[in-house]
């Protein structure tokens, strides 16, 4: 079974501060992104990764970076919280668009409260 | 841009039958549905590619008009564990490869 695991379920941080959220999958997933989840608006893509060290800009990477330095780590940095990003975030893996079966296996979430 | 889903939200009874559409304003290589329930992370459903190729499994299918760049979810004889939120991820043709744009997602609710 893939397995995506996200560090924390649940996390509360205040304005200003630098918040991590890692995220690690065991299936060798070249793919990996990062979305947040928002009532109505569905999924909106972050960021995401297809590479090592290789990052692309999702819909909405404003006040967001990543980083992946290993293949099955990928990191979402909040640099200087703020309250609009409260929210639920999910990272996802995949297997590259070139094979035949690139669906993708989702996290279970962190819901970040900013206060 | 997002797709947009309808409706968004539907309560139906046991053995009822539902259907989810997609619509995106760009021209598509493949869309994607997944089901999300309570809680829990959305898990993959099926992959429409750019065709008009219907797919599905047990009472879920779904079908891609790529004229229209429309798709549709079909639940038929649906059941209590059907229940959960419903979403499109879509592939541009202009953006193929590696990222999806999701829609707001379709509540879907099934009552005995």
């Known amino acids: 079974d893939v397995k995506v695991t996200q560090s924390s379920r649940y996390l509360v941080k205040r304005t200003g501060e630098k918040v991590f959220l890692e995220c690690v999958q065991d299936m060798d997933h070249e793919n990996m992104f990062w979305y947040r989840q928002d009532p109505g608006l569905g999924l909106r893509l972050i960021y995401f990764s297809y590479d090592v060290k290789m990052k692309e800009k999702g819909d909405i990477p404003e006040g967001y970076s990543v980083s992946r330095e290993k293949k099955e780590r990928f990191s979402l940095i909040l640099e200087s919280a703020s309250t609009n990003q409260t929210s639920m975030y999910l990272c996802?893996?995949?297997?590259?668009?070139?094979?035949?079966?690139?669906?993708?296996?989702f996290g279970p979430g962190t819901r970040l409260t900013v206060t | 841009q997002q797709p947009v889903q309808s409706p968004q939200a539907v309560i139906l009874r046991e053995g009822e039958d539902a259907v989810i559409n997609c619509s995106s304003s760009?021209?598509?290589?493949?869309v994607h549905w997944y089901r999300q329930k309570h809680g829990e992370a959305p898990v993959f459903l099926m992959i429409l590619l750019k065709g008009g190729e219907q797919k599905g499994h047990d009472k879920i299918s779904a079908s891609f008009n790529e004229k229209k760049q429309q798709s549709s979810l079909y639940l038929t004889a649906s059941q209590l564990s059907y229940s959960g939120t419903y979403f499109c991820g879509t592939e541009a043709e202009d953006n193929a490869g590696n990222m999806l744009t999701f829609g707001g997602g379709t509540r879907l609710m099934v009552k005995p």
């Open positions: 996802a893996s995949s297997r590259p668009t070139e094979t035949d079966n690139y669906e993708q296996y």
């Open positions: 760009k021209a598509l290589y493949s």
